[in-house]
């Protein structure tokens, strides 16, 4: 019996899990879980996808005092994304406890509704340090009653060169407290760190050998000067429905995007340069699958929590074994199987046997695709200017496009509602029906501005 009931929850809390279809536990909850709800330290290993959030967020919900407005709750991640996303779940998980405020503090958008928001108190805050910092340098924030304390994906936020931020943000967080460290690896400055930051700490460390087997790594031959043209082969041949790609750079994501688009494929680019809005809405039409492929580099595309990846290919060959755990780490998620496959020249060969032990080495050229095959997305998203903030729901839009504009609920996809606005992904063949049936349309007896993406 592995089942969250073995626990010693509120029986509010167990419902709740039980209303969001968590019953079994996964690995790393019923390792962890045990020894963090007695309030020991915990260094955990397990990689994205294995179920972690969950794993920090229930203690830390069992420690809130509601009736207290302070901040009694710290969660670190290296990204934005990684942080709008766990903040997203804990406030799932949290649904049973009433007048729980959760805060979001990433980079990327104005301190100034952060610094209002903060004004009116809170009890757990989810953000990246960079940001944490700031709020820390302006006396906006302050974290003397944090109770738990969470890194997640310490590793990267590591590789990400947060050590001495991290570091600066714990003098400024209460002693007395709970520490959770979870990383995808265990090497040296993770090691350093969290001697630094736990007391005698539980070691938990989730063994991949399973989740290896899910993922069948290839890895094929190319000739430098026909790089681009050899992927192009590789593409039409395996034909994935959704596909994340990686580049070591900025210029290669955008260079090895625009040639694909070029070519016909529908890509999109991810990397560090894009502002917040692009970020989000690049991300919200690969998972809807308005997007075939996404290309991005390792910073850019850590944290992401897309469900349904077929492939992961290194176009570069990552520069460490850690990077390309990560990456093949994107595809076989929750028990699905998953390809991924590495585009590998002559002077990198010998680098292979770092990677994968008794690596599967393919030629391209005993590969016979299909020339004249596109990637395409199956779904086009349309946005409503209009959100949360405006009492919309999902409920409200799939009525309208099924009600009033006569659209099958089979035509509509993923519904993302965010605080000022909403994004619908639609199949393509209906595409144009639903754009223009919303624009001479009102959603709850108001008009609202709507345009493709």
């Known amino acids: 019996m592995n089942n969250f009931e073995k626990l010693k929850l509120s029986p509010n809390m167990l419902q709740n899990l039980k209303d969001m ?185 989730i063994k991949q050998e399973q989740d290896k087997k899910l993922v069948s790594e290839i890895f094929y031959k190319v000739q430098r000067d026909q790089k681009f043209e050899e992927l192009l082969k590789l593409l039409r041949y395996y034909k994935p429905l959704s596909i994340i790609m990686f580049c070591n750079t900025k210029i290669a994501v955008q260079e090895v995007t625009n040639l694909l688009q070029d070519a016909g494929f529908s890509a999109l680019d991810l990397h560090g340069d894009l502002d917040q809005i692009d970020r989000t809405e690049t991300l919200i039409q690969f998972a809807n699958r308005s997007c075939a492929i996404l290309i991005a580099t390792d910073v850019a595309a850590r944290g992401l929590d897309i469900k349904e990846v077929d492939m992961v290919m290194n176009y570069d060959l990552p520069r460490d074994i850690a990077s390309y755990t990560h990456r093949i780490g994107r595809t076989a998620r929750a028990g699905k199987s998953g390809l991924a496959i590495s585009l590998v020249d002559k002077n990198h060969l010998q680098k292979i046997e770092d990677y994968k032990d008794n690596p599967d080495i393919r030629e391209i050229e005993k590969i016979n695709p ?61 595409f144009q029906k639903a754009i223009k049936g919303l624009q001479n349309t009102k959603i709850k007896k108001r008009s609202f501005k709507v345009w493709s993406l």
């Open 21 to 205: 279809n968590f019953v079994e536990m996964t690995e790393i909850q019923e390792q962890s879980l045990p020894h963090s709800l007695e309030g020991l330290d915990i260094i955990a290993q397990a990689k994205t996808g294995s179920g972690k959030t969950l794993a920090f967020g229930i203690p830390l919900l069992q420690n809130i005092n509601v009736k207290s407005f302070l901040i009694q709750a710290l969660i670190l991640c290296p990204t934005r994304e990684l942080s709008d996303q766990v903040a997203t779940q804990i406030r799932k998980i949290a649904r049973f406890q009433h007048n729980l405020k959760i805060l979001t503090l990433s980079g990327g958008v104005p301190m100034r509704p952060q610094i209002k928001s903060l004004e009116h108190g809170a009890h757990v805050i989810v953000g990246t340090p960079g940001r944490i910092q700031d709020h820390l340098g302006k006396q906006t924030l302050n974290l003397k009653n944090v109770k738990t304390l969470v890194l997640d994906e310490a590793d990267r936020m590591l590789d990400m060169g947060f050590y001495d931020v991290i570091n600066h943000i714990l003098e400024s967080v209460s002693k007395k407290r709970q520490t959770l460290l979870f990383s995808a690896t265990y090497e040296e400055n993770i090691k350093t760190l969290s001697k630094n930051i736990t007391i005698n700490p539980k070691f938990i460390t």
């Open 370 to 430: 299909d020339k004249n095959i596109k990637l395409l997305a199956p779904m086009k998203t349309l946005c409503i200017n209009g959100g949360k903030k405006d009492k919309l729901r999902a409920g409200d839009i799939l009525g309208v496009f099924c009600v009033a504009i006569g659209l099958l609920k089979e035509d509509i996809g993923k519904i993302d509602l965010l605080d000022r606005y909403t994004y619908v992904s639609i199949k393509k063949e209906a």
